[in-house]
């Protein structure tokens, strides 16, 4: 039972050629500190058993050390290949979670009297006769389904969320992939014609590192997955080899590196452009054989960063001209790299400039999928390198929101940035939210909390009591990640290396506890829809077959994943490099995709972006979003929520550490804690997402004018403030 783990060298023969695949999300939890045990009852013999992390992108493997159904300890696993030992404190706390106070054991339905507790059976009657009622006298899109970042690390619940997009298209969806990167996709298909394309660092191989706005040793990783990040920064800088970190704060990332330069708030597209500017000009250093080859529309390439300047990068990224010179000699002298961006990139209103100039800057280089850059991952449980060649259109999808119809659709997803509109103005009557906490991550903080109390349905599916399930209709109480069987899935193309793992139960599944999939799959029975595999009903349905029928052809085979923690397989790295280039349009990168060198117009013919303060926000090590915010494994600390601010900057308003200071953008304000922080620059603000008692979205609004046109994501950090104490 568990995890397995093998390295495998040769390949496995006869995998069908066919495709299935999941689009990139993100998953919550949210986790039971130790009851007492009576010292008189025997003790039941203690046992070991592996699994892997389901809280972020780096799925580390775990050993569970239990007593019974009960978790003592969660460890990392010395034997897995890629995380050798690691885990963080999110994932050492999963026993917590797992055996929470608070942790949610029957489905409720809400009266005037309070929530009381009833049984499956009348749980989906009773929503079945609401949610029939409301689709036949206001329409099916007047139901929706948020996926928060919970779901996206339970396999079968998101696979089967998918499958009700495609079968039901007619509801409404969202999901966290609109809150914070849908830049990623956006550049990924302008570019290559493919939303599927996403570079992962290639650490064997590279010599020269370069990561904007990004901190794995807190986060683990944003499009490529970090297991064991300290170890894998030190080999970044080490050894002849060089890791250059801009970022508003010196993190610990930062402090690994072996040049750190602390970049202006909002200002990447500035350093971007100028080393583009510099590699395309007479001196060189561009791959002129690659570009000729493989790409279109250098020249208006050449003609975007014509103006950026040494002057004007050092103006706006407020850097010193000596380090802009200094990063650029590396470049030509590696003549490949690795880039990497983070939330402090993807969240901000350059989002989409920034992504594309990394992409340029990698191709212009001919760093992708070459030793010394990035590679893209084709996929174990998916096989991408089979899908037809890429020829997206123009990647903006119709409006899907009546009430914003500027906005455009992302994926046939619903942008979250027009959720309150649609509840305010009636189109939107039912909401599902799954794995996920609309309070701490949307905009207009006060505005999302208003429209939630008038759904006719809010049921909230989740692990644990929070704010959300105080507020809900209809709460419904989810397995955790160590009562389910699973499969990377979607995070399987962010690892470093061809690796495949899966997990069954690690605890004792509790009747009243039930998957995710299955729900979707009965509220879906309601209206004669059958989601799963083979047109099984969610009654008569085996998890581990489900899990078993997202492997079917891929490159692997259940049971061989079964019998070793987990599988790298060297040679799908080796025999699939360059399968996207092989697909690209004409076999070329689009090197100037005409919205975004709109946008990038837009920013360089406007007034410099430099002001005085601004806020960055940005997670913690402890927390994932929302979740373990009240929650550590035994022994462990908990973050903080504070402002954090410059010793210089506070000066200057009269806050003083550790006082109530107050945060205040054209939007609305935040109030809170102040920390004084020696690791961050003049002129950024530092606030962590994810507090209940620190809401990033109350200084964020989506209101008409302030979201991307090509999108629709709200800015979410780079946002100018001001501060006063309180």
């Known amino acids: 039972m568990g995890l397995l783990v093998l390295v495998r060298r040769e390949r496995r023969k006869g995998a069908a050629d066919t495709l299935h695949w999941l689009d990139r999300l993100s998953f919550f939890v949210t986790a039971r500190p130790e009851e007492p045990i009576d010292p008189g009852a025997p003790m039941p013999e203690a046992r070991s058993v592996r699994s892997y992390c389901r809280t972020c992108i780096a799925a580390c493997g775990v050993l569970v050390e239990l007593a019974g159904d009960r978790v003592l300890r969660v460890k990392g696993d010395p034997d897995h290949p890629l995380s050798r030992g690691y885990t963080c404190p999110k994932g050492r706390a999963m026993g917590e979670l797992q055996q929470h106070p608070d942790r949610l054991d029957?489905?409720?339905?809400?009266?005037?009297?309070?929530?009381?507790?009833?049984?499956?059976?009348?749980?989906?009657?009773?929503?079945?006769?609401?949610?029939?009622?409301?689709?036949?006298?206001?329409?099916?899109?007047?139901?929706?389904?948020?996926?928060?970042?919970?779901?996206?690390?339970?396999?079968?619940?998101?696979?089967?969320?998918?499958?009700?997009?495609?079968?039901?298209?007619?509801?409404?969806?969202?999901?966290?992939?609109?809150?914070?990167?849908?830049?990623?996709?956006?550049?990924?298909?302008?570019?290559?014609?493919?939303?599927?394309?996403?570079?992962?660092?290639?650490?064997?191989?590279?010599?020269?590192?370069?990561m904007l706005g990004t901190n794995p040793i807190s986060s683990h990783g944003h499009t490529t997955a970090w297991p064991n990040p300290t170890a894998m920064l030190r080999r970044l800088s080490q050894g002849g080899r060089e890791l250059w970190v801009a970022d508003v704060r010196e993190t610990k990332t930062a402090q690994a590196a072996t040049r750190y330069l602390p970049i202006r708030p909002s200002s990447?597209?500035?350093?971007?452009?100028?080393?583009?500017?510099?590699?395309?000009?007479?001196?060189?250093?561009?791959?002129?054989?690659?570009?000729?080859?493989?790409?279109?529309?250098?020249?208006?390439?050449?003609?975007?960063?014509?103006?950026?300047?040494?002057?004007?990068?050092?103006?706006?990224?407020?850097?010193?001209?000596?380090?802009?010179?200094?990063?650029?000699?590396?470049?030509?002298?590696?003549?490949?790299?690795?880039?990497?961006?983070?939330?402090?990139c993807s969240m901000q209103r350059n989002a989409n400039v920034i992504e594309w100039l990394s992409w340029s800057l990698q191709i212009i280089t001919d760093s992708f999928e070459k030793p010394g850059g990035q590679w893209f991952h084709p996929g174990m449980s998916n096989r991408f390198e089979l899908m037809p060649d890429f020829d997206e259109p123009l990647f903006r999808d119709a409006p899907l929101a009546a009430s914003r119809p500027e906005i455009p659709g992302h994926v046939g997803e619903t942008q979250c940035s027009s959720m309150i509109d649609e509840i305010e103005s009636g189109n939107l009557r039912a909401l599902f939210v799954l794995g996920g906490d609309p309070l701490t991550s949307f905009p207009d903080s006060a505005r999302i909390e208003a429209a939630l109390q008038k759904l006719e349905i809010l049921a909230v599916a989740d692990l644990v009591s929070n704010a959300m399930t105080e507020m809900a209709s209809h709460v419904l109480s989810m397995r955790g990640p160590l009562e389910r069987h699973d499969i990377p899935g979607y995070v399987e193309s962010a690892q470093v290396a061809p690796v495949s793992q899966v997990t069954l139960p690690v605890c004792e599944q509790t009747p009243n506890r039930r998957p995710l999939w299955w729900v979707l799959s009965k509220l879906a029975e309601s209206i004669g829809v059958k989601l799963l595999p083979k047109g099984v009903s969610a009654d008569?349905?085996?998890?581990?077959?489900?899990?078993?029928?997202?492997?079917?052809?891929?490159?692997?085979?259940?049971?061989?994943?079964?019998?070793?923690?987990?599988?790298?397989?060297?040679?799908?790295?080796?025999?699939?490099r360059g399968w996207v280039e092989k697909k690209l349009p004409q076999g070329r990168w689009r090197l100037a995709p005409q919205p975004i060198v709109e946008q990038f117009a837009a920013?360089?013919?406007?007034?410099?972006?430099?002001?005085?303060?601004?806020?960055?926000?940005?997670?913690?090590?402890r927390k994932m979003n929302s979740a373990f915010a009240k929650l550590a494994a035994p022994g462990e600390r908990l973050e903080r929520a504070r402002v954090h601010l410059h010793a210089a900057d506070a000066a200057e308003a009269g806050v003083e550490d550790g006082a109530k200071v107050?945060?205040?953008?054209?939007?609305?304000?935040?109030?809170?804690?102040?920390?004084?922080?020696?690791?961050?620059?003049?002129?950024?603000?530092?606030?962590?997402?994810?507090?209940?008692?620190?809401?990033?979205?109350?200084?964020?609004?989506?209101?008409?004018?302030?979201?991307?046109?090509?999108?629709?994501?709200?800015t979410q950090t780079g946002v100018v403030v001001g501060i006063q104490p309180l």
Not at 151 to 179: E, K
């Open 106 to 210: 029957d489905p409720m339905i809400r009266h005037r009297g309070g929530c009381e507790a009833v049984g499956w059976p009348e749980m989906m009657e009773d929503l079945a006769g609401r949610m029939a009622s409301i689709r036949d006298e206001h329409g099916p899109g007047s139901i929706g389904f948020y996926l928060g970042t919970g779901g996206g690390y339970d396999s079968l619940g998101l696979f089967v969320f998918r499958s009700m997009q495609m079968a039901i298209p007619q509801q409404s969806t969202y999901s966290a992939m609109t809150i914070d990167t849908p830049c990623l996709p956006l550049v990924s298909s302008l570019m290559s014609g493919s939303m599927i394309p996403n570079p992962v660092l290639e650490i064997e191989d590279v010599r020269l590192t370069l």
């Open 268 to 344: 990447d597209h500035a350093l971007l452009a100028y080393l583009i500017r510099e590699l395309l000009g007479p001196a060189g250093g561009a791959n002129r054989e690659h570009l000729a080859a493989h790409t279109m529309d250098v020249e208006k390439l050449e003609a975007a960063v014509a103006s950026w300047t040494l002057d004007r990068a050092v103006d706006e990224t407020g850097l010193p001209a000596a380090d802009l010179e200094d990063l650029l000699a590396s470049i030509r002298r590696h003549g490949r790299l690795a880039l990497m961006t983070g939330t402090g």
């Open 540 to 576: 008569e349905a085996d998890e581990e077959s489900l899990l078993r029928s997202l492997v079917e052809g891929g490159r692997l085979d259940f049971d061989e994943i079964l019998a070793a923690p987990a599988i790298v397989d060297d040679e799908v790295r080796t025999q699939m």
């Open 603 to 621: 920013i360089t013919a406007g007034p410099s972006s430099v002001e005085r303060l601004r806020m960055v926000s940005g997670r913690q090590l």
């Open 662 to 714: 107050r945060v205040t953008s054209s939007h609305g304000t935040l109030d809170g804690r102040a920390e004084i922080d020696p690791t961050l620059r003049r002129g950024a603000v530092w606030v962590p997402h994810g507090w209940a008692e620190l809401k990033v979205g109350a200084l964020l609004t989506g209101e008409r004018g302030a979201i991307d046109p090509l999108t629709g994501m709200v």
